[in-house]
Antibody
Framework: QVQLQQSGPGLVKPSQTLSLTCAISGDSVSSTSTTWSWIRQSPSRGLEWLGNTYYRSHWYYDYAVSVKSRITLNPDTSKNQFSLQLNSVTPEDTAVYYC?????????WGQGTMVTVSS | DIVMTQSPDSLAVSLGERATINCKSSQSVLYSSNNKHYLAWYQQKPGQPPKLLIYWASIRESGVPDRFTGSGSGTDFTLTISSLQAEDVAVYYCQQYYSTPYTFGQGTKLEIK
């Protein structure tokens, strides 16, 4: 059964780095027919796509302009997972963060991680 | 960015009745090379991630009941639930995956009347 399992802290201090990991089972982060995304959801911003990574003979990355200067996605083929790093967080980054697979649209989602940015 | 606008924001329908949710994209999400609309519908229940219901505007995801139907073309799309069941109470989102940044509608909250 294909699934995505998220891990990472639920509380991050302002100006620090938010780090989350999405472990993949039943599929491969190196698959050439899928892409791997991070999406967040908050009452003020709704569902917001942050970025994705995918492998097509080499690795590609797309990032939302709103976070482009602060975000990094890292695929890890040895552990079959991909991670999100968001630098210099503020309270506006408080949200539920999801990892998701795009096969036919976003057909598989992680369970979600509530991340609060607070001192 | 492609802006997705849903209507209505909330909807109350009696059990067994039809529910209709609309979605409009600010530009076409039709990819001419394969004639597919890059438009999806999701259902989200409290405390859960969104669940894919419909992709390519009208293709039902495996396991989704056939009372859910997606239709539309160009920039105007519709999700129809033919006979509302109690378990359909949720928030519904449309999304375009035609171009990055992939964008979602604001959501439509569906309740029982």
């Amino acid at each position: 059964q294909v699934q995505l399992q998220q891990s990472g802290p639920g509380l991050v201090k302002p100006s620090q780095t938010l780090s989350l990991t999405c472990a993949i089972s039943g599929d491969s982060v190196s698959s050439t027919s899928t892409t791997w995304s991070w999406i967040r959801q908050s009452p003020s911003r709704g569902l917001e796509w942050l970025g994705n990574t995918y492998y097509r003979s080499h690795w590609y990355y797309d990032y939302a302009v709103s976070v482009k200067s602060r975000i990094t996605l890292n695929p890890d083929t040895s552990k079959n997972q991909f991670s999100l790093q968001l630098n210099s967080v503020t309270p506006e980054d408080t949200a539920v963060y999801y990892c998701a697979r795009r096969g036919n649209a976003f057909d598989l989602w992680g369970q979600g991680t509530m991340v609060t940015v607070s001192s | 960015d492609i802006v997705m606008t849903q209507s209505p924001d909330s909807l109350a329908v009696s059990l067994g009745e039809r529910a209709t949710i609309n979605c409009k994209s600010s530009q076409s999400v039709l990819y001419s090379s394969n004639n597919k609309h890059y438009l999806a519908w999701y259902q989200q229940k409290p405390g859960q991630p969104p669940k894919l219901l419909i992709y390519w505007a009208s293709i039902r995801e495996s396991g989704v009941p056939d009372r859910f139907t997606g239709s539309g073309s160009g920039t105007d799309f519709t999700l129809t639930i033919s006979s509302l069941q109690a378990e359909d109470v949720a928030v519904y989102y449309c999304q375009q995956y035609y171009s990055t940044p992939y964008t979602f509608g604001q959501g439509t909250k569906l309740e029982i009347k």
